[in-house]
Each structure stands twice: as C-alpha cells, then as structure tokens.
C-alpha cells in the first residue's frame, strides 16, 4: 500500500501522536515502535524530498500536538484572560516543531536519490538515526532552542537505560533509541539486533551504578514544597500568609541540624530588592549555620533596573550573600521578544518581562559544597547547567510547575533534571511549588520525592557526585564522533544483505 497526499500525512500524523504516549508519565513503549516503524515506511514510499518533508513535519506535528498539549494549562490558571489564545498557541508550536522531523526526512531522502548506495535497509536506517539526531541538536539550539521530550527519554522508565547519556549525551541516547525503535523496518536480523542492544545496554548501565545509599557524609538539607495554588500565589491579601507558611515549614523539627533550606522558583510572593521587609522574615528560615537558598523575584531598587528571576542565598542575619539570575528565559512566558523594539505590541500583550542574567554560575559559600543553580526551564538543555570554571559538587533546580497543574508537563521537565544528573554525574536537588520535588543521585535516580498537588518537606544528605563524565567534559563534541562513527557504517559492509525492500 502506497498512501499519498492527505492521506500519508493523517497518517503519519496519527503516528506521530501515538509515539509520543511512549514519553513521561506513560512510557508506553511499543506504541514508539509503531510510530518509528510508520515514519520510516511513509519516508521510504515517499516519491521525494519534498513528500518526505511534509509527511515528517505531519509526523512531527502530531507528535508535539500530544507532547505538548500540557502548555495549554497555563492558560486556564484564573484570571485566564488570555484562554482562548491557548490551543492556537500549542498548535502552531507545534507544527513549527514538527518541522525538524520533517527536516531529517528530507534532508535524508535527498541524500537517497543523490547517492543510491545509501537506500539499503540497514544503510537507510543508520542514515535516518543521523539526520534524527542532527535535527533534534537543531530544534535544542536554534530561536534559543527547545529540547523539550527529546527521543532519548521513553527510557526514562528505567534508570540503567539512561547511562549512555554520561558517554554521549541525550542526543546521542537519542540516536541509540532511534535505531532500536526503527529496526523493525529493517527486518528479522535487526529486530533481535535491537533486543540485544536494549539489553547490554541495561546491563551496561547497572553495572556502573553503585547501590542506592542514603547520601553519605553530605550535609542535610531540607526542600520545601509549599504546594500554593498559582491562581493563589501572587494575591495581595493573602501573600503575606504564603511567606508564613514557607518560614513555618522550614522550621520543622530537626531544622538547628540543617546546612540548607530550600524553596522553589519566585517563592516569596513579593519582588525581593534591598531593604526589602520581606527579607527579615525570611531570614527566619535559614538554619543558624546555613542558608535559605530560595528562587526570587529580584530588583534592585530602582524601577529602570527591571527584574530578575533569581536564585538568592540569604543567611541568617537577613543579608543577600549571593545570587545567580536566570539566563534561559521562555519565550512570552518570562519575556516578550523585541519588547523594547516592538513596544506598543507587548504592552498589548500586556505581560511583564524579567531581565536576562549574564550568565552560567557556580557558588561557592562557606559550609555548603559549591552548586550550580538552573532555574525552571533551564533543566531541560544539555550541556548547559553548569557554570564556567571548578566543576560544582552538586546541581540545584527550583521551579514552579504550578501553572501545568496535573498535566503530563511537569513530569516531563522532572526527567529533564533527571538526564542533566546522569549527563554531569551531579547530583541534582529539585525544589517545586507543587512537584515534583526530589532528591536526585548522579545515576538520576529518584532518592526521595513529593509528588505532584502534596504539600511537606524532604530531609535528605546530598547525595555524592561522580567522576566526571565523558559528557561532561566534552559536552556535544562527543556526539560529533558518535554522528561520524554512524557515518563510517554508511561506507562499509556487504551490500548483499543491504538492498532495498521491494
């Protein structure tokens, strides 16, 4: 059966969508299969690149329309002025993502027709992994990138399966998946090829992990899930009620033995600037010797300054002793693009926009092992969650995934953080107004967690990082040499087994 026109790209958009339920929280796997298998055969009776690239960026649109369905919460949180914009919204994202999947099919049936050679069934499949994973590094990077549900995360299910991302990346874990998912369409011989693979790959990856512990020697610190309501979170009369509510919390029992207190991203309801009220009250809930390291709003006292989405560290006496402001902002979330230059159109818009940080930073306080902060949204790019200089002993991930309610979004970006773990061989510590907030070990797994809409707190060490990673000290140069290694398999082998399927 050879579908053309309409109905390859119902088709593939149905694909597509199927694929993503194999994604956080479902994990329904074989539904990937079907949709890998599906893209590969609409790719191979596609008559050209241009139908290639269509019937991908219909797979691809389907495929984010599911994956990314959950950004229509957003736009209910009351006073939901802007509801209706909402679907249009997530449907034209996606279908501008849907546009890299669309990339790779016809970049790769171009190189089919211009070299023959490569149309083999194993050579076609290698070539497709390539351009895979080639466009989903492009869909990470460019307009400021949006690596949200990359392929290599329907093995989240499964820590061992996640290792490969410390020697080549999400991206590189990407190409694996590709090619395991897909090998269906390369016959037999492949399939158990891709069995075997998924299984050495499990085994690989247990073998390396050290058995759970309970955070060794590290200092103890507390995380603090407040669990407010966003349509609650910024309310006049009762923020002053909020911020009591985090102090209370902090100070449970055991809070004198604490190095750290932890709060999620914009914690206090109020714009924390110097001098600010809000500061001896929550001085209040930084352990004697330690710290409240809590996400702010941050000003500087002076209206033409603007604003910051931050990580503060305040110490007991009330004293701002170090900050790290948000670099990655989200587009039309956290800034209107061109707002300056296109003013009357973001005053229509009639949304606010923070200020964006100079860059990456790793702190380093006395009594507290140095860390790298990453503020909501920053989690999800590898490669990028570290500050320049000494390698930090720990990472730290504040959020607030209170605008996505109980949605697929917020499980999602927790894999995220999971990934950079393993990707660094950091631990990761997650702090979310209300969840997911965890203890992350340098293997990504989950120690200890609350789960979404639960209000409490988690006491734990921190757990002890790993030997640098491949990845984390080469970063993306290591899926350059995976990408050639793919390359070398396009030159050689027998072409016997190699030909195409009629």
Known sequence: M???GWRAAGVAFLAGALAALAMPPLYWLPLAVVGMVVFVWLWETAPGPRSALLRGWAWGTGHFAVGSYWILEAFSVPPADYQLLGPPIVAGLAALLGFFPGLAAGASRWAVLRWPRLAGRYRRLILLAIAWTVAEWLRGHIFTGYPWNPLGHVWAFAAPLLQGAALFGVYGLGAFTFLVLAAPTAGWRASVAALVAIGLAGAAGQAVMTPVGDGGPGPLLRIVQPNIPQSEKWRPDIRAKHLAKLVDMSRRDGFDRLAAVIWPETAPPFIIEPGSPALEIMAKAAPAAGYLLTGAARGTGERRDGVWNSLLVIDRAGTIV???????????????PFRRQLAPVSGFIGRGSFEEGEQRATLALPGL?????VICYEVIFPAAVTGPGERPRWLLNVTNDAWFGLSSGPNQHLVSARLRAVEEGLPMIRAANTGVSAVIDAYGRILAALDMMQEGIIDHRLPEAREPTPYGRWGDGILVAVLALLGCGLLVGRTSNDRPRR
Request: charged share 15%; aromatic share 14%.
């Open 322 to 336: 170090a900050h790290y402001d948000k670099v990655h902002l989200v587009p039309l979330g956290e800034y209107i």
């Open 2 to 4: 050879n579908l053309r």
């Open 369 to 373: 092992p140095s860390f790298s902060p």
